[in-house]
């Protein structure tokens, strides 16, 4: 309903070049940005991944500058359930995400081209539900959230989606 998150402790752990976020959601409002999981120190953010409307939003935030990117209009549903993820590698001079919508990479589009500069470092928060700085919560429900400081390929993306975190209640 927006307006639940989870906070994980602060870890220099998170602080990473190279990220995969990966989670269960199911959104019950489509409208504004979202927040699903994200890592900032404070209130700067590092790495999210979202929705915006019905398309599904990833931010990465460096020293000053922002890239932003968005799969096409009508991505999602309210109501149906996606398993959703995202790898990044700062690394790459691409500089480009890629977006997994039950395990199949979707369409991208760069809203800003990829950040620069030196990474947000420092103890960051995981905060899971809602931005570190306590906006755009997200309305719905969101389960089995991981965060890998690696890239995930394909094949291990499709095999976090079909294995539960822990066991069956």
């Known amino acids: ?4 998150n989870v906070d994980i402790n602060p870890s220099s752990n998170i602080d990473s070049d190279t990220i995969t976020f990966s989670a269960w959601v199911q959104s019950d409002l489509l409208s504004g940005a979202r927040i699903i999981v994200n890592t900032g120190v404070g209130n700067v953010i590092s790495y999210e991944l979202g929705t ?10 460096w020293s000053g500058y922002s890239g932003h990117w968005e799969t096409p209009a009508g991505s999602l549903v309210p109501g149906t359930w996606y398993h959703l993820a995202v790898t990044y590698d700062r690394r790459l001079s ?20 990829g950040p620069s500069g030196s990474a947000v470092t420092g103890q960051n928060h ?11 919560g997200f309305d719905g429900r969101i389960d089995e959230v991981r965060y890998y400081n690696h890239i995930l390929n394909q094949t291990e993306i499709q095999d976090d989606m079909n294995t539960a975190v822990g066991p069956a209640p």
């Open 1 to 4: 309903n927006g307006s639940g």
């Open 52 to 61: 915006v409307g019905n398309r599904i939003l990833f931010w990465a935030r």
């Open 94 to 113: 691409s500089n480009d995400p890629v977006i997994y919508m039950n395990g199949v990479p979707v369409q991208v589009i760069e809203s800003n081209s």
């Open 126 to 136: 995981l905060r899971i539900g809602q931005r570190v700085d306590s906006v755009q």
